[in-house]
Antibody, heavy 121, light 103 residues
């Protein structure tokens, strides 16, 4: 069965960076784009960006350009999302989610369990 | 950038009643619209894609309709497990969510 398993919760100080991992299993890793979506406490869902695990190419939301880096390791079927220059407003749960239809951005069919990142001095 | 607007923000419904949730796009999105359910402490779950196609395993009481700019998610007879927040989604944009609560 398809699973996306994310790394554990993180606590970071303002200005630091965080790197969250998402390990995929149960399907061919390179056949599906993976997106990152975040959710601040009590708020809605916000799209951050996407990575094509096959070629490694990425597309980031303008809001995060220059601060976010998404990478992948095909040997372990894992994608990573690194966010730098953290501020308190980055406190959120970060989700990875699979794009069912090869990067159409239309259907996010499987989701990781979420990783809480807390930014606090 | 397309903006997705959901209404109402909160919907109070009694178990067994019908719930109707709306999502409006700022410009036409054809039928490229999905709905997700999210319960507290859980990741979102795909309910509907292509505006009206139920995802695998989703009960028939959930139905989606609409195209262009106006979309509706209907839950025909609310069960206790349906009280949650529902989001519509198009490409890189999510609506702000509708919370369905017990009346």
């Amino acid at each position: 069965q398809v699973q996306l398993v994310q790394s554990g919760a993180e606590v970071k100080k303002p200005g630091a960076s965080v790197k969250v991992s998402c390990k995929a299993s149960g399907y061919t890793f390179t056949s599906y784009y993976l997106h990152w979506v975040r959710q601040a406490p009590g708020q809605g869902l916000e799209w951050m960006g996407v990575i094509n695990p096959s070629g490694g190419n990425t597309n980031y939301a303008q809001k995060f350009q220059g601060r976010v880096t998404m990478t992948r390791d095909t040997s372990t079927s894992t994608v990573y999302m690194e966010l730098s220059s953290l501020r308190s407003e980055d406190t959120a749960v970060y989700y990875c989610t699979r794009d069912r239809d090869w990067g159409t951005f239309d259907i996010f069919d499987y989701w990781g369990q979420g990783t809480l990142v807390t930014v606090s001095s | 950038e397309i903006v997705m607007t959901q209404s109402p923000a909160t919907l109070s419904v009694s178990p067994g009643e019908r719930a109707t949730l709306s999502c409006r796009a700022s410009q036409s999105v054809s039928n490229n619209l999905a709905w997700y359910q999210q319960k507290p402490g859980q990741a979102p779950r795909l309910l509907i894609h292509g505006a009206s196609t139920r995802a695998t395993g989703i009960p028939v009481r959930f139905s989606g309709s609409g195209s262009g700019t106006e979309f509706t998610l209907t839950i025909s007879s609310l069960q206790s497990e349906d009280f949650a927040v529902y989001y519509c989604h198009h490409k890189k944009t999510f609506g702000q969510g509708t919370k369905v609560e017990i009346k």
